[in-house]
């Protein structure tokens, strides 16, 4: 089976972008971006995504309450203190792309809140006896590559 390039460009940059998260590189993940064509870029956030709305269903298999997200929006401001996000945005942003309602951000905030939530999410809530790339590789496995 061959893979579409467009979709390994994509996904080679995606999980670039959510190692910078995890390192605080603020700059490095915008880099990582770099290059993409803009279809590349629209896959690699529609990538990111869709691993988030998974990380977030593995995390909580019964289901995500407002406060859940209020809380884990705080989580990823403070952890993520480099990005300037506000506790709120993150969590509306989250509760917007799992209950599957149109984003109220704009458009290049939610590219940025799919990359910082996913770097968040896949180091943060994955199993601990487990690197967060190989938590990532298990997400990716599950979801159905985004059409292209």
Do not use: N
């Amino acid at each position: 089976m061959t893979l579409d390039p467009r979709l390994v460009r994509a996904e080679k940059a995606m999980r670039h972008g959510f190692a910078c998260v995890i390192d605080s590189d603020g700059d490095a993940m915008v880099a990582a971006f770099k290059g993409l064509s803009e279809e590349e870029t629209i896959l690699a956030v529609d990538l990111a995504r869709r691993v988030v709305d998974e990380a977030l269903r593995d995390s909580e298999p019964e289901g995500w309450t407002d406060e859940d997200f209020a809380g884990l929006g705080e989580d990823i401001a403070e952890s993520e203190s480099w990005a300037g996000l506000r506790p709120s945005e993150a969590a509306t942003y989250l509760r917007e792309l799992h209950r599957g309602q149109s984003p109220t951000t704009d458009q290049p905030d939610t590219a940025f809140l799919a990359i910082i939530c996913g770097g968040y999410l896949v180091s943060a809530v994955g199993p601990e006896h487990r690197g967060w790339s190989d938590y990532l590789d298990d997400l990716l496995d599950r979801i159905v590559p985004p059409e292209s």
